[in-house]
């Protein structure tokens, strides 16, 4: 655990270095900005739309661009000479976005919205976050290029947004219960109104699901990609 959190710690120096969290910062304040010129009748609605895309489609997008900086700089074939395990290394990716997700998201609230539900909001972004972030590891460890991971991750990410247009009424699907943005999203009503307490575990449960699922899959195909070509079997 301590070297989860110091290495969490360093990639966080890491981001800052590199202007990740300036990015965070410019487009919190574009958000921001944006909502103030919301009517009040479509402002919890457009507010739900604009917090999950934070987690969502920022973190998959800045974890993509930093494995391939990373790669770019030959850190992956240092790195794993140390004791440092890839399950090690994929928690402090998870973690350091996360927390950079879940205080822009609250900033972006927080100067909207006088009032919401804490636990629902920071639950949703924490795990969305969570799933979305290892979605974008997994694409950037399969390409060599940010050109290649900008051409292929918003087609992927769209599939994932989809649910999104439930949200307006205009199209519903029993299959969208089953992805990940949709129990991102149904936390993220849960900030505005009440949330049934099966809906919010059912909710929990299937970001979990998706979660843990992801993460082996990254662990194995982190092995794969990175450090076979870097002639490490770790």
């Given amino acids: 655990m301590k070297r989860i959190l110091l290495l969490t710690v360093s990639d966080m120096r890491f981001q800052f270095q590199h202007g990740f969290y300036y ?25 739900i739309v604009v917090v999950f895309s934070d987690p969502s489609f920022l973190g998959a997008f800045f974890v993509g661009g930093i494995v391939l900086l990373e790669k770019s700089q030959g850190v992956y074939d240092a790195l794993f000479v140390t004791p440092l395990s890839v399950g090690e ?11 950079i997700s879940l205080v822009s998201s609250g900033a972006i609230l927080l100067m909207v919205h006088s009032t919401f539900d804490v636990i629902p909001f920071v639950v949703g972004i924490l795990l969305s976050s969570i799933v979305f972030t290892l979605i974008g590891l997994l694409l950037a460890v399969r390409v060599n290029t940010v050109n290649q991971f900008l051409l292929t991750s918003p087609l992927v990410l769209m599939v994932f947004f989809v649910p999104v247009v439930g949200l307006f009424g205009w199209w519903d699907s029993c299959f ?3 992805l990940p943005s949709y129990a991102g999203l149904l936390l993220m009503e849960g900030t505005f109104q009440e949330l049934k307490i099966v809906e919010f575990f059912l909710a929990v449960f299937i970001l979990l699901l998706w979660a843990v699922g992801l993460y082996l899959w990254a662990k194995r195909d982190f092995h794969k990609y990175i450090l076979a070509t870097a002639g490490d079997e770790k």
């Fill in 23 to 47: 990015a965070y910062l410019f487009m919190t304040i574009i958000y921001v900005g944006m909502l103030k010129y919301v009517p009040a009748d479509y402002l919890d609605v457009v507010t």
């Fill in 89 to 99: 290394f994929l928690m402090s990716k998870v973690l350091s976005l996360s927390i």
């Fill in 176 to 178: 969208f219960k089953w």
